[in-house]
């Protein structure tokens, strides 16, 4: 119970920071709005990381972060760019297709082994994709590749995440990413800089208090249970934007955004289901064998 709150915490954090990114682009430019997310994320955050007991700044890696933050910005300036000038809600739910390009990923970057029911997942996710997107249709508007490409790109930062928390702890890989974030994010934000108005600083600073309290909540919840558990309770999230959208934006909701909305998230249910299912059988079949005498 304690997990299910927790991650349904984070959704509702991360569905206020996506309204306060729309807000907030308003009135400076989205390179800009993606360096105070940073900049306010880092303050939210050094309470946290400078506790007693966390020893962040050790690390050997510190090539692979500037990577890891390179292409992470790159996609966070898509997602919010897709947040400011899509409707939230086909913004959204084109982000949910990033576990369908991690399997992918993961597959070609790690090694690992992709079963053919996990495989089909993957595909039906990307039909689920082409339904929101509809190329060729008189409906297309190329500024949902812009969404998709942060879907790609932030898959990419999660297969970085996984090699290099193999090494460095959770709050090392969390500070070194935001240091690395602020000034990255800074240098192309100068080139369109707006000094936010009074309404405006509001918004910048909620973008990095809620995302910074959308990623706390997420890792406590994932630590307390179950990915294929706790992942439909962070699927809220669409719903959650698209009712904002509608009551803030005057958006409406079209069905083929429904539709392929709910395929992709199906599709990523089943895939964190078959992960999970796959973890336990390892460890079961570890303790198995840790049992055998004389082995």
Excluded at 128 to 147: K, Q
Aim: glycine share 8%; proline share 5%.
């Amino acid at each position: 119970m304690r997990a299910a709150l927790l991650m349904l915490g984070s959704t509702l954090a991360f569905g206020l920071m996506a309204v306060a990114i729309r807000y907030a682009t308003r009135y400076v430019p989205t390179p800009e709005v993606a360096f105070f997310r940073n900049a306010f994320g880092l303050l939210a955050l050094l309470p946290f990381l400078l506790r007693p007991g966390s020893a962040p700044f050790r690390t050997q890696q510190l090539p692979r972060y500037l990577v890891r933050s390179l292409i992470g910005l790159a996609s966070m300036l898509c997602a919010f760019w897709a947040i400011g000038h899509l409707p939230m809600s086909q913004a959204i739910s084109l982000s949910y297709s990033t576990p369908l390009f991690v399997t992918i990923a993961a597959v070609l970057f790690l090694g690992e082994t992709v079963r053919v029911r996990r495989w089909a997942a993957v595909v039906c996710g990307f039909i689920g994709v082409l339904i929101i997107v509809r190329p060729g249709a008189y409906t297309f508007s190329p500024g949902v590749l812009v969404a998709v490409l942060a879907a790609v790109l932030s898959s990419l930062v999660a297969i970085q995440i996984k090699q290099l928390t193999r090494v460095d702890g959770a709050d090392t890989v969390v500070f070194y990413t935001y240091v690395f974030w602020v000034p990255l994010s800074l240098v192309p934000a100068l080139f369109g800089w707006v000094w936010p108005s009074g309404v405006a600083w509001a918004w910048l600073a909620a973008t990095g208090v809620l995302g910074t309290l959308g990623q706390l909540l997420w890792t406590r919840a994932l630590r307390l249970g179950e990915v294929s558990a706790l992942t439909p309770i962070s699927f809220m999230q669409l719903p959650l934007v698209s009712l904002l959208g509608w009551l803030l934006f005057d958006e409406t909701l079209d069905r083929w955004t429904v539709i392929g909305a709910g395929i992709i998230l199906a599709a990523n249910a089943y895939i964190a289901h078959r992960e999970a299912v796959l973890v336990r059988r390892a460890a079961s079949e570890a303790a198995t064998a840790g049992a055998k005498p004389g082995e």
